[in-house]
């Protein structure tokens, strides 16, 4: 069975089980402040575990982009090393939302294993979990019932709280849990060792391949357990692993998932799979790394400093540098494996076709730098182990080489080791640790229980209509972080609040209590499909009827930036071409940014007319035609633009202004005559292929436009009201050049006749030609002099003195052959006379200077000069 068989007969299966099929949702989260990545099939549905929201389907099936790279499921540093773990993985996954509990999923996943794929049943295990008396929870004896209709009791294993118990997080959802596993080993092994026994034990060939949760408990604040009102299923099956089995293989890499990319990986690196452990882990991590960070890519999510970009960073520096290290790719090869992995997958995820070059051109130009820095790195190892005085480098310093160069300790350590040297990593261990405490420390939060004060299922959003309504609090909690301090997250019944989104900042505003008591809002935000809106602090009767304000004038202004980045958009595609996308955007109040995908710099010409096609489109005064509620296929068909990485509902608000249609739920203005103007504050790059531009509207723009012309008075004053100003400063800039060009002429002459005068001031004094005088010259003009004087007479000493600017320099030149017959050095003396200037220098034996804060001491330094030859 070939892996897309595999994947379409598991969701054809639930399909006949009345499950609807939904797609994937994009592997990086935005509206969940505890989660950067999808790692779960059920992330995308934690609004209905969390009672949030009420789904459309109480059953429903897919196949999930997960990814498992930080937070509570990091198995990075698996990958590579084993044959069953990834950093992304497709998760496949059942759900009830409150519908059918154990006995169904249960049975449906023994019939679809056994029945549908013929899983043979003697190489399956299940477990169930235990029970803990210490959280009074019982073993789970429903579990162990169905299972025994399919399983001999001796394949029903105990398992305990760490793996038979599921829970969402720290707080939240949670329950008891039942996997599958299977034995692939030979006939021979199993024999000798019992399957039983390498259950959950990390053996390769004995892995879990299913999880079926069963969600009963909620988890409170203070660690406490309560039973939930709707049971809910979740089961999350690897396909990576299920095509091991499927197709007789031990390793998921020998499917077909990863075989034509391991092929590729060897012709591109010109090495071999299946000879020497090394190079095998290697190849591993590449084939497993390039579809995590294409994937991400093609969701929008581009490597960065920061935040979920970082950890896309840190995958694909993993890939280069195991190519680096062992399989000696010194030159950028990754982002020549992305039109097989296109190849492969480009059908099941079309984001990946069309987001080809996209990919091609972040990979390569993140491989360049890395490559860059790996080679700066080695340089800086090098000049570590020169300097060293044992054969033994600090964890300290491998940690700086780690944390400011982005070089990596396993390279380091690598290195040091082939030279002979140790590495102190329990030093080094302790620096990372402490590092992750401060940053831990600085990001922590506590999140308080919600406290319920009104049922509601429904919050509704009335912000396109209104600005003001009159609302109830349904729950609220406390949070508390070091960055913003004590906080309160309050939900209404309905709210005009916007919550940030769609790169929209969030509404602020105030309620309003009838005793007149008002409570400002700070910001709003959607967490899991829920309005938070942020205050400073609680209203003194929570439970009063509040009239919600939003900031009108804030507002507006974000209205007119957002409906410009859709013209802006538009713009773009229109005279730059459509292979412009969206890669990002923000909206605020002051201003609007907006990168997008494009290969070259967009010209001034360019600049230009987009800004006059916005502008022609703000003069023409479109009205908005708002379409709210359509189905997303229909949006699509109109010619709506829809972004990758985006998550949409079945039904999606269109925005229509004119000719540029996008699905978006952000506010805009009515017309767009509102927005009054537009102007291009700048234009750059973000990353390989992606150009980031900004600009201002209305109240800005206006403000621009005043500032502009206060200055133009003022330069108009300063040029003594100069008809036309940028005549004369043009003026004033060629007059400038040509009294420079005299100012140097004049400098020669003076130099030429201040050395013909020192040549007849140089004294003898002990056998020695001697000058030491104060001269009115900069630094250059007197190593010029010294030098000329130094080429005319010979046994010479030299000592200048200057002020310049306030400061003090001396300079001293003494002949190279009297220097070293005398054993006298211009750096030390320069140094020694240094103390009263109150400064220091140096340089050669032959010439050095000075430079110090107390002009007043240059005619004691002269003073001394002599001493150095008596
Ligand atoms: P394991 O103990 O093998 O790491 P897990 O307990 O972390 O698995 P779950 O969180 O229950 O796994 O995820 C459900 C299923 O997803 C697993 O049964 C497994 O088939 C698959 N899975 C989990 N992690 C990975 C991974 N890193 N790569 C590939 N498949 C995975
Ligand atoms: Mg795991």
Redesign the pocket.
């Known amino acids: 069975m070939t892996a897309s068989e595999i994947r379409s007969r598991f969701l054809t299966f639930f399909e006949s089980k009345s499950h609807a099929i939904v797609s994937s949702a994009p592997m990086v989260i935005k509206d969940d402040p505890t989660l950067m990545f999808t790692n ?1 099939g059920m992330n995308q549905f934690k609004e209905y575990f969390l009672g949030n929201s009420e789904p459309k389907n109480n059953r429903v099936a897919d196949t999930q982009k ?1 990814l ?1 790279v930080s937070g509570k ?1 990091n ?1 990075l540093e ?2 590579g090393m084993d044959t ?4 992304m ?1 497709e ?1 496949l996954g059942n759900w009830s939302f409150g519908d059918y509990f154990k006995k169904e999923a249960i049975d449906w996943a023994w019939e679809l294993l056994t029945d549908i794929y013929g899983i043979d049943k003697d190489i399956l295990y299940v477990t169930i979990f235990e029970g803990d008396e210490a959280e009074g929870l019982e073993r789970d004896t429903e579990a162990f019932e169905r299972w025994k209709k399919y399983v001999p009791e001796e394949r029903i294993l105990n398992g305990n709280k760490k ?1 038979n118990f ?1 829970e969402m997080g720290e707080q939240g959802p949670c329950g008891p ?1 039942s ?1 599958i596993h299977v034995d692939i080993r030979s006939a021979e092994e199993k024999a000798k060792v019992s399957g039983a026994s390498l259950v ?1 034990m990390d053996h390769p060939q004995v ?5 079926l ?1 069963f969600m009963q408990f909620n988890r409170k604040a203070d660690g406490s357990l309560e039973k939930l009102p709707a049971q809910h299923v979740d089961t ?3 396909f ?3 095509c091991m089995v499927l197709q007789n293989k031990q390793s ?1 890499y020998d499917t077909d998932v990863f075989t034509p990319l391991i092929r590729e990986i060897e012709a591109v690196t010109k090495s071999k799979y299946g000879k020497e452990e090394k190079t095998d882990i290697a190849i591993r991590v590449i084939a497993d790394h390039l579809r995590a960070v294409a994937f991400s890519i093609a969701d929008g999510q581009l490597p960065s400093n920061t935040g979920a970009g970082y950890v896309i960073r840190r995958i694909l520096r993993r890939a280069i540098r195991y190519g680096f290290t062992f399989l000696n790719t010194k030159e950028p090869f990754i982002y020549k494996l992305i039109p097989t992995l296109v190849k492969e997958m480009g059908k099941a995820f079309p984001e990946l076709l069309s987001e080809k070059n996209l990919i091609e051109n972040v990979i390569r130009e993140e491989e360049n730098s890395f490559l860059r820095t790996l080679d700066q790195g080695l340089v800086l190892l090098e000049n570590m182990i020169s300097a060293a005085n044992s054969k033994s480098i600090s964890g300290k310093k491998a940690f700086e080489l780690y944390d400011t160069f982005g070089f990596p300790i396993d390279l380091t350590a690598l290195i040091l080791r082939e030279r002979g040297f140790s590495l102190n990593e329990s030093e080094f261990e302790a620096e990372l640790q402490k590092q992750k405490d401060r940053s831990r420390a600085a990001t922590k939060v506590e999140t308080g229980d919600w406290v319920t004060l009104q049922d509601d299922w429904e919050e509704e959003f009335v912000g396109y209509d209104t600005l003001e309504t009159q609302v109830k609090i349904t729950r609220y909690r406390k949070v508390e972080s070091k960055k913003e301090g004590e906080l309160y997250q309050l939900v209404f019944n309905l709210t005009p609040f916007y919550p940030e989104g769609g790169g929209q900042v969030g509404d602020k505003g105030y309620l309003e209590a009838p005793n007149g008591e008002v409570v400002y809002i700070v910001n709003t935000k959607k967490e899991n499909n829920l309005i938070i809106h942020f205050a400073k602090s609680l209203p003194r009767n929570p439970g009063d009827t509040f009239k919600a304000v939003v900031d009108s004038t804030q507002r507006f202004r974000t209205a007119s930036n957002h409906t410009a980045t859709h013209l802006l958009h538009q713009a773009l595609r229109n005279i730059l071409g459509e292979h412009v996308t969206q890669k990002g955007s923000m909206v605020h109040s002051r201003n609007l940014r907006f990168d997008f995908s494009h290969f070259a710099k967009v010209s001034d010409e360019e600049l230009k007319q987009v800004e006059d096609f916005v502008n022609a489109r703000i003069r023409e005064g479109i009205a908005l035609e708002e379409r709210r509620n359509i189905p997303y296929q229909q949006a699509i068909d109109e010619g709506a633009i829809a972004l990758f990485g985006e998550k949409y509902g079945d039904s999606v608000r269109a925005v229509k202004f004119g000719k540029s249609m996008e699905l978006c739920g952000g506010t805009h203005v009515d017309t767009t005559s509102d927005i009054w103007h537009f102007i291009i504050t700048s234009e750059g790059a973000v990353a390989s292929g992606i150009r980031r531009i900004e600009a201002i509207t209305g109240d800005a723009a206006k403000q621009y436009f005043i500032d502009r012309s206060e200055s133009y008075t003022e330069v108009q004053k300063a040029l003594n009201n100069a008809q036309d100003p940028v005549k004369a400063v043009q003026n004033l800039q060629e007059e400038n050049t040509a009294l420079q060009k005299q100012i140097q002429q004049l400098l020669k002459d003076k130099t030429k006749n201040i050395k013909g005068e020192l040549l007849l001031e140089i004294s003898e004094m002990s056998g020695v030609n001697f000058l030491a005088k104060k001269l009115d010259l900069d630094a250059g003009a007197l190593k010029d002099l010294a030098f000329e004087i130094g080429g005319e007479k010979e046994n010479l000493f030299l000592l200048f003195g200057s002020e310049i600017d306030g400061k003090a320099l001396l300079t001293c030149y003494i002949s190279k052959d009297l220097a070293a017959q005398k054993a006298l050095n211009a750096g030390t003396i320069v140094r020694e006379l240094g103390k009263y200037i109150q400064g220091g220098g140096g340089g050669q034996p032959f010439f050095a200077t000075a430079g110090g804060k107390k002009p007043e001491g240059i005619d004691e330094a002269l003073a001394k000069a002599s001493d150095y030859i008596e």
């Open positions: 779960a997960c498992r499921h198995d698996e990958v069953y773990h990834h950093t993985f998760m793996d599921w849990s996997e959950n892995v879990e391949i299913w999880n949760v999350g099956m690897g990576e692993r299920l998921n």
